[in-house]
Nanobody, 115 residues
Framework: QVQLEESGGGLVQAGGSLRLSCVAS????????YTWYRRRSEKEREFVAT???????WYSEFAKGRWTISRDSVNSTVDLHMNDLAPEDTGVYLC?????????WGQGTQVTVSA
């Protein structure tokens, strides 16, 4: 079994930065892909960024050039470094992990960007 826990959200002014962390615990060796999603108010869940074994990364258009996803295999964390935040980035950011046909989700961390 795998558990995911996100942290690092908070309130920041427009133009500011945050680093979100997703800590995986349990049988983490099975995990080969981590993805950050977000859910903004009254909107569907959106893909943000993915890290896959082999250090492959993909980003949504709104994240490209502003944010970076990174993996620390020693500490079993996947971070999302977010720069140049805007009010429209406000939402709950969720960590997802996949491995051996199973999918896992964290509870999410709230990011609020003020104008």
């Amino acid at each position: 079994q795998v558990q995911l826990e996100e942290s690092g959200g908070g309130l920041v002014q427009a133009g500011g930065s945050l680093r979100l962390s997703c800590v995986a615990s349990g049988d983490t060796k099975r995990l080969t892909q981590y993805t950050w999603y977000r859910r903004r108010s009254e909107k569907e869940r959106e893909f943000v960024a993915t890290w896959r074994t082999g250090n492959m990364r993909w980003y949504s258009e709104f994240a490209k050039g502003r944010w970076t996803i990174s993996r620390d295999s020693v500490n079993s964390t996947v971070d999302l470094h977010m720069n140049d935040l805007a009010p429209e980035d406000t939402g709950v950011y969720l960590c997802n992990a996949i491995g051996l046909g199973e999918e896992y989700w964290g509870q999410g961390t709230q990011v609020t960007v003020s104008a």
